[in-house]
């Protein structure tokens, strides 16, 4: 395993989680990494994203203002926080590194992914 993610749970709407995604193996500081999510019977989709020296940032329209991406170098590890949960944030959250050292929005980008995170968010 070489992307590890953690930190899922359940949660009441408009709580808070933090996901951390932990590279073993290789490091991925020359990597965009990424975020996905992938609800039951729906297509994996992106939820945010960011350069290899996380000065660059992107985040799918239903997330802005309330998820935060971030990376810690020194550690080989990029996080999530998620604020203001919503019953439709519910899903499993993915991490990945794309082939690039910039921000990526597309799945065939990632050539890197760890196994998911359940985030379940109760109403």
């Known amino acids: 395993v070489q992307l590890q993610a953690s930190g899922g749970g359940l949660v009441q709407a408009g709580g808070s989680l933090r996901l951390s995604c932990a590279a073993s193996?290789?490091?991925?500081?020359?990597?965009?990494m990424g975020w996905f999510r992938q609800a039951p019977g729906k297509e994996r989709e992106f939820v945010a994203a960011?350069?290899?020296?996380?000065?660059?940032?992107n985040y799918a329209d239903s997330v802005k203002g309330r998820f935060t991406i971030s990376r810690e170098t020194a550690k080989n590890a990029v996080y999530l926080q998620m604020n203001s949960l919503k019953p439709e944030d519910t899903a499993a959250y993915y991490c990945?590194?794309?082939?690039?050292?910039?921000?990526?929005?597309?799945?065939?980008?990632?050539?890197?992914w760890g196994q998911g995170t359940l985030v379940t968010v109760s109403s």
């Open positions: 193996r290789r490091t991925f500081s020359n990597n965009g």
């Open positions: 960011c350069s290899w020296r996380g000065d660059m940032k």
């Open positions: 990945a590194a794309n082939r690039y050292g910039t921000i990526s929005y597309s799945r065939l980008d990632y050539n890197y």
